[in-house]
Nanobody, 122 residues
Framework: VQLQASGGGLVQAGGSLRLSCATSGFTFDGYTIGWFRQAPGKQREGVAV????????YYADSVKGRFTISRDNVKRTVNLQMNSLKAEDTAIYYC????????????????WGQGTQVTVSS
């Protein structure tokens, strides 16, 4: 099982980034996929999650209206489009999977891989 996040980088406040989660080793369309982040000195938190067939999505209040999660069940990828980035979005971003419905509780997910660093300069 592999979930690999990529696409992070350094961006100015107000800018955009698109993260991608590439997956392998499991039945992709059988799993909810989520994006999570961990800022220095803080606990990991849920950012956005998407149900197996993409019909349901949920977002943390802090990113609603700015971030959009999407998935391609043929390419086995989940993307996170991040617009209007703020300094407080700076964190390492991870993707993970869940054999169940879309919830933002990170403790219910597994398959954590190495994340991708997002740094937003103010």
């Amino acid at each position: 099982v592999q979930l690999q996040a990529s696409g992070g980088g350094l961006v100015q406040a107000g800018g955009s980034l698109r993260l991608s989660c590439a997956t392998s080793g499991f039945t992709f369309d059988g799993y909810t996929i989520g994006w999570f982040r961990q800022a220095p000195g803080k606990q990991r938190e849920g950012v956005a999650v998407i149900a197996r067939r993409g019909g349901s999505t949920y977002y943390a209040d802090s990113v609603k209206g700015r971030f959009t999660i999407s998935r391609d069940n043929v390419k086995r990828t989940v993307n996170l489009q991040m617009n209007s980035l703020k300094a407080e979005d700076t964190a390492i971003y991870y993707c993970a999977r869940r054999l169940g419905g879309p919830v933002l509780r990170q403790e219910l997910y597994n398959g954590w891989g190495q994340g991708t660093q997002v740094t937003v300069s103010s």
